[in-house]
């Protein structure tokens, strides 16, 4: 681990998010189930961004998020993923340079879907419904998957979106052998409470298999148990040989590591927008990790920037992320 010139590496789908308030009635209208993640076809994209006032349009994706929350806290972070040579990857890319992260993002040609993007709309209590056209990012192979990269890694962060195309699957398992020959650590985010509905099995597979650290929500976790009760959920990740990092929204978030579980009240804010929420709660909390601070440390570390991305539009923070830590006493 002493050796390795990279903090963490991310893989995951790289989306462009576009994002719009809507109402709680367009969302029945549009017959779309609020909080969840929808794929679409670029006809079906096309129709309902007609249908909006777009208010941002910035990089997105869950790793990636993820990825450019570390390197916005000055970790040398990458990313591996897939774009089309067209506007949108250019866009992508651009975000990526800027941050100075290092990428291996696969250009494909002009008979291949263009580069993913995903519509999101929050409603007036935050919350936000994926619609996402995969495009190209779908198409992600295990020849795409850089070993060098992994191999200088000293964490490996795996996005659960992946686990819904299988060539992308078998890209992520490629990437894990990687990660376990180089030693690298492997850090896994559950995504989506319906992804992991689909992929149970897979998820629980990798996780026995090494994954030493777990992300997910109230929800996705209670479905990987297959129970109603965020409580017995909790006590079933003592179970698990990795550390579960789970988040709770307004409640804060639970880090359960063998017999100890932590309990990190939330941080008071007036919510905006909830995007990216998760996915700079894994920033924050990965940080902290890299750092070698107490799991209760890693934990508020997320809370705090998980909290500053949801007052304001987009997955990108706007603010500098470690005057903010600073300014908490981290």
Partial sequence: MKNKEIRVTGIGNAIVDVIAGVSEEFLTECNLHKGSMQLICEEESANLHSRLTVKKTISGGSAANTIAGLAALK??????????????GEVFESELKKLEIIYTTKKAGSNFPSTASCIVLTTPDAQRTLNTCIGVAGMLMPEDIDEKLIEQSEILY??????????????????????????SSIALTLSDIFCVEMHRDKFIDLINLKTDILFANEDEIKMLFKTSDFNK????????????????????SVIVNGDKIIEIEAEKVAILDSTGAGDMY??????????KKDLHTCGKMGNIVAAEIVQQYGARSEKDLLELLASKGL
């Fill in 75 to 88: 970790n040398k972070v990458a990313f591996i993923g897939k774009v089309k040579n067209d506007r949108l």
């Fill in 158 to 183: 795996i996005e659960g979106y992946l686990f819904y195309q299988d060539c992308a699957y078998e890209a992520v398992k490629k990437a894990v052998s990687y990660a376990v020959c180089y030693n």
């Fill in 233 to 252: 959920a909790a006590k079933l990740c003592s179970d698990l040989n990795t550390i579960c990092a789970l988040t709770r929204g307004s409640k804060g």
């Fill in 282 to 291: 894994a920033a924050g909390f990965l940080n902290g990790f890299l750092q």
